[in-house]
């Protein structure tokens, strides 16, 4: 079951009530992002650390397997020889994506749709800001870019879905 997003002051004890609830209907593991979880009151469900962790690094998730998550999800920017230095760092099963939407931010750490929209991508609500076109000007006020996606590689396949082949003809896929 996921419990992957921040968590606001007064979430926290209807989330605890709502993980007990869960582990007594069977649910043996939580995936989540908000580390007060761990100062919750909460009975013996087993951890899962979300990529919303934003675990890139060895120490972070050491931390996490130290804490008592059992599996880590993480962050989609990884490549494979910093996957592989974190597996070899950590008791903790691993889990990475190979596939999926490619974020400018890092996992768990944008902030650009709330600061744009209200709506914050850290609590499930992304307004995806970053895969629109944007009007670049330089600080002289002339267009350096005009409707590009500058934040995103939003190649387009002919069906106006986004995906494409990138210069060597390889398949290119965006969520």
């Given amino acids: 079951m996921t419990l992957n997003t921040i968590l606001h002051d007064d979430e926290l004890e ?6 007990t609830d869960l582990y007594q209907t069977g649910v043996d593991a939580l995936i989540v992002q908000d580390m007060g979880v761990l100062e919750m009151d909460i009975p013996p469900i087993e951890l ?3 990529t919303q962790c934003d ?26 020889n910093q996957i592989r230095d974190i597996r070899q760092a950590t008791d ?8 999926g939407a490619l974020c400018v931010a890092y996992s768990g750490q944008c902030n650009i ?5 209200g ?3 850290n609590r499930g609500d992304c307004s995806q800001a970053c895969r629109l076109p944007y009007t670049l000007k330089d600080d002289q006020g002339r267009v350096v870019a005009f409707e590009k996606h500058l934040l995103s590689d ?3 396949r002919p069906d106006g ?14 969520n």
């Fill in 48 to 50: 899962h650390a979300s």
């Fill in 113 to 117: 749709s709330h600061a744009q929209t």
């Fill in 119 to 121: 709506r914050s991508a």
């Fill in 161 to 174: 879905q986004p995906g494409g082949t990138d210069r060597r003809g390889r398949a290119i896929l965006q």
């Fill in 55 to 80: 675990i890139r690094s060895v120490e972070k998730a050491k931390f996490l397997s130290d804490a008592g998550f059992t599996q880590i999800v993480l962050a989609r920017e990884l490549n494979l």
């Fill in 14 to 19: 209807p989330a605890q009530r709502l993980i």
């Fill in 92 to 99: 903790a099963t691993i889990e990475f994506f190979i596939h």
């Fill in 154 to 156: 939003e190649r387009q």
